[in-house]
C-alpha cells in the first residue's frame, strides 16, 4: 500500500509544481487529478497500481473532512449573522447536485445500453450462425474482420 500511496502522493506533487511553474489559475490537487484521470484513462497508470490505497481512502473520506469542520466551529464569530444564507446555499447547492448527478447517470446509462446492443447486433449478424467447430477456426479471422467493419458502422451512426 506504501508504494501505492507513493504513487498518488507523486501524482499530486506533480500537480503542485506544473500549478507553481505556470501560474495556471486552477489548484495543483485539481491538475494532479486531471493527471490521474488521464493517466488511467489512457492506460499509462494501471487501475491495479493504485487500487487499495483507492478503496482505503474512499473508505475513509469523512475522515478528512473533520479538520474543516473543527475549522468552522472555531470560526463561528463570524458565520454568526450569516446562518440563514448559509442553509440555503447548501440546500440551492445540494438539489443542484443532486439533479445534474442524477442527468448525469441517466445519460451515461443510454449512452452504455447503446453500445451493448449494437454490439450484440454485430456478433449476431455476423456471427458464425450454424458453423461447425472445425469450420469455425478456419473463418474466426473473417468472423473478427467482419465483427469489427459492424463495430466502426455503430460507432459511425451514433
Not at 18 to 46: C, D, E, H, R, W
Amino acid at each position: 500500500m506504501l508504494k501505492q500511496f507513493s504513487i498518488i502522493l507523486s501524482i499530486y506533487f506533480l500537480g503542485e509544481i506544473i500549478q507553481k511553474a505556470s501560474g495556471i489559475p486552477i489548484p495543483g490537487n485539481v491538475i494532479g487529478m486531471l493527471i490521474l484521470f488521464f493517466g488511467l484513462y489512457t492506460g499509462i497508470i494501471k487501475l491495479n497500481l493504485i487500487g487499495k490505497i483507492s478503496e482505503f481512502l474512499l473508505d475513509n473520506l469523512a475522515f478528512f473532512f473533520l479538520p474543516a469542520g473543527i475549522s468552522l466551529i472555531t470560526c463561528f464569530t463570524l458565520l454568526e449573522g450569516k446562518l440563514t444564507v448559509i442553509i440555503v446555499v447548501s440546500l440551492i447547492s445540494t438539489v443542484v447536485t443532486m439533479a445534474v448527478t442524477g442527468l448525469t447517470v441517466e445519460l451515461v446509462k443510454k449512452f452504455l445500453a447503446r453500445k451493448p446492443a449494437k454490439a450484440a447486433c454485430c456478433i449476431e449478424n455476423g456471427g458464425n450462425k450454424g458453423s461447425k467447430s472445425n469450420s469455425n477456426k478456419s473463418r474466426s479471422g473473417i468472423n473478427t474482420k467482419r465483427m469489427h467493419t459492424c463495430e466502426k458502422r455503430a460507432e459511425e451512426e451514433s
